[in-house]
């Protein structure tokens, strides 16, 4: 027999802390390596997408270990958040930031002196304090977690000065693992964090950024403050985020939907902080249907049933889009990402992008509003593109859940503007990049075209009855089949492939997606039709199917967690998220020991709500 090691935790024991502690059967991928590793004193560096379950790989640790694990996380509003939610497992938790009195911190550092925490949330600023970092050493620390950890990179886009100080765990406490966590890392943003926290020969995993349960659709953008209601008569009581570009934009989509009677509320850097923290509040406890918002809201949100996140506007880049996008549906139940495109985006945002300083920032910025704007465009699966944009390759020819592969996308056959497109690509000898063309194409009068003598050229004006959005969009398809080339050159210039020939000589058929033109006030196909099924295929609906039975259910139980959530100060779904509750749904446990089996129910919320909740199952069962 070939001699293997003996894990030093043998899976048994990792899967009942697992189970005990956070009510789970099963480990998400890679959570079960990190968290061995962690307590075999190793240090990591994980890559995992929202809501790929970063969390639970340092709490189960931090139950598991002797000592005190220390979370340094740059949001002091998700800290309440994951303090409220570890202690409602029985964690020993706490938190050190700004947000408390003298007297509060005291009572949190006597307890770490004394030994008595799993784990203690702190901001990155702390460890530039010498008083703080005495009263660590005096501690007995079992690691240290580094949440965000791209925040300490300059390349990143969420630097973030204050964590350069987090050079100083290893200065200061050499014996202690290092584990660090980020959502986003490039390469350079990787090499970084290594470098700058001194990771030594870290387990490095990187889970796939695929998340299977979201849907991803692209609709033209017509009216979208009529399209996002209809759209919400589909999803009625379902929680979800709008996304607009601007402030007002927040406050007119907003005020739309309230008087349209759904709860909506805005969120935006300009309100006052009181109002904006109430809004979110609001949101997190299931009291406002809907948080319309800019790109600033989000950052602190752990609420795990958001349903959907819709971009009324065109996202600046695709990093961020996935990022907003990946708010939804953390629990794992089926959620929905819906962008409403439309080319009278992009000089707005161009707009914005012209000012910034810096020519190479610049340069960046707008190739990467060009990728979003052709991910929006392109006839092409959404989650491949998504994926292939991170480095991944997807393996499945057909995802089933996006519009291109449940076939929902509407299509327009561009055969003949596609020719069109080539005769002016020959016509002006393939030196030109698409904006040149495309001018050509829709006969603009340019300065470049009186000098180059282009407004004699045949193609000329022949694209006059299209716009320049569907030229891009054509140009952008074009490219991504492999008809055109760009040239390696220092400009991008525009190049045919073999490809084209088909097409010219009318053997092979060439379509696009619909683009919406800028400007187009009219919904030319009535609201009906953008889709009233929501997700393309009937069987994907937002929330899980329950019968009308189990749906009565489910509502006498968000009420009970409601009660307790009140009660406890915390957001619901920190006592039960919505997944746990329409498992008890479909289940229906009667004594506690069904209960337990429940996912996401451990043995202390078994302990706390346990009987409540089966009596409230009971009832129902009773009643029907
Ligand atoms: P992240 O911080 O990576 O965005 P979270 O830690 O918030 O993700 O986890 C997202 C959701 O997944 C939470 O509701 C969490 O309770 C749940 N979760 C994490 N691990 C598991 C697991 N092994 N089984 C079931 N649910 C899990
Ligand atoms: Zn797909």
Redesign the pocket.
Known sequence: MPHVDAPAFPESILLTA?SKT?G?????PH?REIVESILLGKDVLAI?????????CYQLPARMAAGTAVVISPLISLMKDQVDSARDNNMAAAYLNSSLTTSQAAGVYRQLREGALDLLYISPERFALDSFLNSLKEAKISFFAVDEAHCLSEWGHDFRPDYLSLANIRLHFPNAPIAA?T?TATSEVQSDIFAKLTLRNPLQVRASFNRPNLYYEVRPKREVDKQILEFLKDHPDEPGIVYRTTRDAVEKTAAFLDGKGIKALPYHAGLAQGKREAHQDAFNNDETQIIVATIAFGMGI?K?NVRFVIHADLPKNIEGYYQET?RAG???DPSMCLLFYGGGDIPKLRHFLDQIEDERERALAISKLNRMAEFAARNLCRRRQLLAYFEETYPDENCGSCDICTGKATTQDATREAQMAISALVRTGERFGAAHVVDVLIGADTARIRELGHHNLKTYGVGKHKDKTFWRALMGEMLGRGLLVLDSGPYPILKLTAECLPILQGQEKFSILEVAAPGVGKDRRGSGSSGSGGYGSSSKSAAPELSNSDAKLFMRLKKLRKDFSQRQNVPP?VVF?D?TLHEMCRNKPVTLAALREI??VGDAKRDRYGIEFVQEIRAHLEEA
Do not use: N
Not at 24 to 28: D, L, P
Not at 48 to 56: N, Q, Y
């Open positions: 697992l956070f789970y059967a099963t480990f998400r959570q995992m997408p929202t809501g790929g379950g970063k969390s639970l966590f959502a752990d795990s990946g953390r629990d794992g779904y998220t997944k996912s996401g």
